[in-house]
Nanobody
Framework: QVQLVESGGGLVQAGGSLRLSCAASGRTFSSYAMGWFRQAPGKEREFVAAISRYGGSTYYADSVKGRFTISRDNGKNTVYLQMNSLKPEDAAVYSC?????????????????WGQGTQVTVSS
């Protein structure tokens, strides 16, 4: 079992930046690949970014590639999402997720544990 708590969301103007954090507790953090997902009102949850257990591989949705960066610090049991050049369409609740099973990094169903989420609002 692992508990995930996100922080760092807020209100930012278009073109601005935010850094989200997700702190994990429970089992050894390096046992998990980690992902960030987002869900806007009236839309399905969608993949944003993912990172392998030791950070050697990263994956991004096309919509955020070049603007967002995922990273992790296994010593601090934390995964980060640096979001630059934010757009109004990036506004959503962002959630981190952990997975131990194999499968696609892009697939919501491949993740075993989820945080509660943090709201990101982008004003135009």
């Amino acid at each position: 079992q692992v508990q995930l708590v996100e922080s760092g969301g807020g209100l930012v103007q278009a073109g601005g930046s935010l850094r989200l954090s997700c702190a994990a507790s429970g089992r050894t953090f390096s046992s998990y690949a980690m992902g960030w997902f987002r869900q806007a009102p009236g839309k399905e949850r969608e993949f944003v970014a993912a990172i392998s257990r030791y950070g050697g591989s990263t994956y991004y949705a096309d919509s955020v590639k070049g603007r967002f960066t995922i990273s992790r610090d296994n010593g601090k049991n934390t995964v980060y999402l640096q979001m630059n050049s934010l757009k109004p369409e990036d506004a959503a609740v962002y959630s981190c997720a952990a997975r131990v099973q194999s499968g696609s990094y892009y697939d919501v169903s491949a993740y075993d544990y989820w945080g509660q989420g943090t709201q990101v609002t982008v004003s135009s």
